[in-house]
Each structure stands twice: as structure tokens, then as C-alpha cells.
């Protein structure tokens, strides 16, 4: 992996990073690099493959994206989280570690409230009733 100086620079190679092309604040378009066909073709074949498995990381990076952005552009974000985490196996020669799909509720703890708030408001527009108790610590 010494050949790419960053995971950055891979991710540029093979065409998956996300274009940023912006001008007076607006945004114009995201589209991703020409790279290696192959790799490419692989690395979304790969995301697809991954976004269907269940409980995992990258099944819940998908979803948030999918969400906002769409199909496509949420594929092309897993690919290039995948090549990003390859890099980084490769260079450091340590195992993968599956994150889970709890992974971004933990990391975003600090707005559980936020979180718990828009997830009854969604359930009341579906025209449910909520109420939120805790549940009893299990002993």
C-alpha cells in the first residue's frame, strides 16, 4: 500500500471518491472520478453484496445514506467505505473489525434525546398514539 500515500489517494484511483464541486455556495455536481474500471465494477458489486447482509455496519451506513441521498450514491459511499477499510487492513495488517449496526446510535449518543423525539413524532403523523416508558434494568 506504499504506492498511495493516504487511503485518500486509493480511493481517488479507483473512482470512488465523492467529487465535491462547488462554486459560490452552491453545489454543483458530485460526480465520482474516472478510475479503474475494474476495480470499480468490483468494489459496487461488493456494496451491493454487503448492503443486503443483516446486522452489519456497512447494511446501516447504507440505509442512513439511501435515506437522504438515494440508491446509487449510497452504494458508491459503502464501496468506498470498503476500499477505505482495505487500505487500512492492508497497510497496518490487522484483521477486520465489524463495527455493528448499532454502531452510529453509540456514536451519536449525545443526541438520543433528538433521535427519540423525531421517532414519536414519525409515529404520531402515522397516527399512533406513544408513550415512552424505560424499560426495567435487567438483572
Known sequence: MSVFPTHRHLASWAGVCPGNNESAGKRKSGKTRKGSKWLHAALIQSAKAATRTRGT????????????????????????????????ILERGVPYDELGELYFQRRDQENIERYRRRLVRQLERLGHKVTIEPLPDAA
Not at 447494511?59 to 439511501?66: G, N, P
Open 57 to 88: 455496519y456497512l447494511t446501516a451506513h447504507y440505509a442512513r445514506i439511501k435515506g437522504r441521498r438515494g440508491h446509487a450514491k449510497a452504494t458508491v459511499a459503502v464501496a468506498h467505505s470498503i476500499l477505505v477499510s482495505a487500505y487500512y
